[in-house]
C-alpha cells in the first residue's frame, strides 16, 4: 500500500515568517493530495489540495506544490499568525472507489508572536 | 462547505458497557464514510470503511465484532464499540465523501467524539 512521510515532525517560526512542510509517498498511482490542519480536541480541517494534473496550487496565505516525479508535495504557509498554530497532516490517495487517504504522521506547528 | 457532524462530541462509559457514536453529513449525500481512532499525538489511523447498504470493510487488526459499524443511510453511519475496556479510550473521528463527482475524492471530517471508559 501507500507510504506518506511527512517532515518536519514539529516546527516553530515567528509571527510573520513563513512555514514549509515536506511530504512524500510511495505509491505512483497516487493522484489526490490533501493537507489537513488539526487543532487540539477536533477534527481535522480540508485547508488545500492538489490533484495530480497541476504543480502548484495557492489559496491565500497557503500553497501546495507537487513533484511527480520525485513524488514528494509541500504545503507553504506565508505570512504566518499565531492562529496557523495546530497539528498539520498531509495524505495521499489513489481516489479509487475505496478513496483510502493515507495520513503522513503530522506536524505541529507553533507561531510565536 | 460540507459538514459532518457527530455525536456525542464526549462520552464516559464503564467498563464493559457499548456506546454508540452517530455520524452524520449534514449537506451532502456520502455514499462512503470513514471511521478513524486517534491516540494523543499520532496521526489518524484508518479503522474500517463504510458504504451504504454494505457490510464495512475493516482495516488489519481492528475486531469487527467489537467495533460494530452501520451505514443505513447516505447520511448516516454509527460505531458501536461494544463491551468497553479502558484500552478502547480514544479519540474517534470519522470522514465522509461526497457523492457528487466533481469533489468525489475530498473528504470531510467530523469534530470527533473523545470516549474515556473507565
Known amino acids: 500500500g501507500e507510504n506518506v512521510e511527512q517532515h518536519p515532525s514539529t516546527l516553530s517560526v515567528q509571527e510573520g515568517d513563513s512555514a514549509v512542510i515536506k511530504c512524500t509517498y510511495s505509491d505512483s498511482a497516487s493522484n489526490y493530495f490533501p493537507w489537513y490542519k488539526q487543532e487540539l480536541g477536533k477534527g481535522p480541517q480540508l485547508i488545500i489540495d492538489i490533484r495530480s494534473n497541476v504543480g502548484e496550487k495557492k489559496d491565500q496565505r497557503i500553497a501546495v506544490t507537487l513533484n511527480k516525479t520525485a513524488k514528494h508535495f509541500s504545503l507553504h504557509i506565508t505570512e504566518t499568525q499565531p492562529e496557523d498554530s495546530a497539528v498539520y497532516f498531509c495524505?495521499?490517495?489513489?481516489?479509487?472507489?475505496?478513496?483510502?487517504?493515507?495520513f503522513g504522521r503530522g506536524t505541529q506547528l507553533t507561531v510565536w508572536p | 462547505g460540507a459538514v459532518v457532524s457527530q455525536h456525542p462530541s464526549w462520552v464516559i462509559c464503564k467498563s464493559g458497557t457499548s456506546v454508540k457514536i452517530e455520524c452524520r453529513s449534514l449537506d451532502f449525500q456520502a455514499t462512503t464514510m470513514f471511521w478513524y481512532r486517534q491516540f494523543p499525538k499520532q496521526s489518524l489511523m484508518l479503522m474500517a470503511t463504510?458504504?451504504?447498504?454494505?457490510?464495512?470493510?475493516?482495516e488489519q487488526g481492528v475486531e469487527k465484532d467489537k467495533f460494530l459499524i452501520n451505514h443505513a443511510s447516505l447520511t448516516l453511519s454509527t460505531l458501536t464499540v461494544t463491551s468497553a475496556h479502558p484500552e478502547d479510550s480514544s479519540f474517534y473521528i470519522c470522514?465522509?465523501?461526497?457523492?457528487?463527482?466533481?469533489?468525489?475524492?475530498?473528504?470531510?471530517f467530523g469534530p470527533g467524539t473523545r470516549l474515556t471508559v473507565l
Open positions: 495524505a495521499a490517495t489513489r481516489g479509487s472507489t475505496l478513496g483510502r487517504l493515507y
Open positions: 470522514s465522509a465523501r461526497d457523492l457528487d463527482p466533481h469533489i468525489y475524492n475530498e473528504q470531510f
Open positions: 463504510s458504504n451504504e447498504g454494505s457490510k464495512a470493510t475493516y
